[in-house]
């Protein structure tokens, strides 16, 4: 894991904790597997807050609009 100062975020990024985009400009975290194996491939870019929380946060399945929500 690395944190990113936001003057160092020259790219936007999709966040896999949230889905949103993380702006150019804006502080986050990089992280990657443990193993190091798949290099960049398996890095990725999150919010700082989602990275925190990321434990408590239910998985994020993606549907289509049509698609029965249960719960």
Do not use: F
Request: net charge positive; charged share 25%; glycine share 12%.
């Amino acid at each position: 894991m690395r944190t990113i100062p936001g003057g160092s975020a020259s790219k936007t990024y999709r966040c896999p904790g949230c889905d949103h985009e993380i702006a150019a400009g804006v502080a986050h975290v990089v992280a990657w597997p443990a193993d190091g194996l798949g290099g960049t491939d398996y890095r990725r870019h999150w919010h700082t807050g989602c990275w925190r929380a990321r434990d408590r946060r239910t998985p994020n399945i993606q549907r289509s609009r049509s698609a029965p929500r249960y719960g």
